[in-house]
């Protein structure tokens, strides 16, 4: 029997659209609750160091009105330790954060940081907020996890979306499936995400051991043209249908 797959949705492009302008439209917390409605399992806001997008005041507000659960994503340090431990999402994830990078652009290195990240999770672990690490599909990488008790994992998929030929997406489609499975059976809830479009989540969300997608950029994409809620159950009618669910 098929495990059950979730579709966690990143609004931080709705910001980034009202960033532009400096005005206070489209509103992130509103696409948020519509996501929600439309069947969203979650809504992840990344509070970025240099505030390109998301506000504090927008992940203040979703976090009291979110009906499933805010993923809050985060670089480890101090400054976003502290935010995250005032407004107890349900999830954190630790991801690297370069200012000059248009977005994410690696998996976090936690293999030379151990003692480090491990201060951020045991932290997270007392006030009962899951820590995920947001990682490239590597077994070293994933063994770090594991040893400073993070419970959950995020792949990065993005290497597996900018690919431009079916044997290089084969190649990295493997990596991600043996990094999932390997991480699985050691214990850690393993979600994945990153550039994953209508046109490539089917393969990923055929993955057993993959437990929650988080989508953004291709979501908000699609949203402007048909709307978030047709956007949003179209994504997730796809990753059913892929897990034969
Ligand atoms: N997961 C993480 C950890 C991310 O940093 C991002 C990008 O903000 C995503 C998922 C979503 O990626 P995309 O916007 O390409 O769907």
């Known amino acids: 029997m098929s495990q059950p797959i979730y579709l966690g949705v990143n609004v931080d492009h709705i910001a980034t659209v009202r960033q532009a302008r400096g005005v206070s439209y489209p509103c992130p917390v509103h696409a948020a609750l519509a996501a929600e409605m439309a069947g969203a ?3 992840t806001m990344h509070l970025r160091e240099d505030r390109r997008h998301i506000q504090d005041h927008d992940v203040e507000r979703f976090a009291e009105l979110a009906q499933t659960k805010l993923n809050f994503e985060m670089a480890a340090t101090k400054e976003m330790l502290a935010i995250a ?3 107890k999402p349900a999830d954190v994830c630790i991801v690297p954060e370069k200012r000059e990078e248009l977005t994410t652009e690696g998996g976090l290195d936690v293999a030379s940081q151990k003692k480090r990240l491990e201060e951020y999770v045991n932290q997270f ?3 009962g907020i899951h820590t995920s690490m947001f990682i490239d599909p590597d077994k070293e990488q994933i063994d770090a996890c594991v040893a400073i008790g993070a419970p959950v994992i995020e792949l990065h998929t993005g290497a597996y979306a900018e690919c431009k030929s079916d044997k290089e997406r084969t190649i990295e489609l493997t990596k991600i499936s043996e990094a999932a499975a390997y991480a699985h059976s050691a214990g850690l809830v393993v979600n994945a995400g990153h550039g994953l479009t209508r046109g490539n989540v089917e393969a990923i969300a055929a993955i057993d051991a993959v437990n929650e997608l988080n989508i953004g950029h291709s979501l908000m994409a699609d949203a ?5 809620d047709c956007a949003v159950r179209d994504m997730k009618q796809l990753m059913l249908q892929a897990r034969s669910l």
């Open 125 to 127: 672990n007392d006030a």
């Open 224 to 228: 402007m043209f048909k709307g978030i």
């Open 41 to 43: 399992d979650g809504i």
């Open 85 to 87: 431990l005032r407004l």
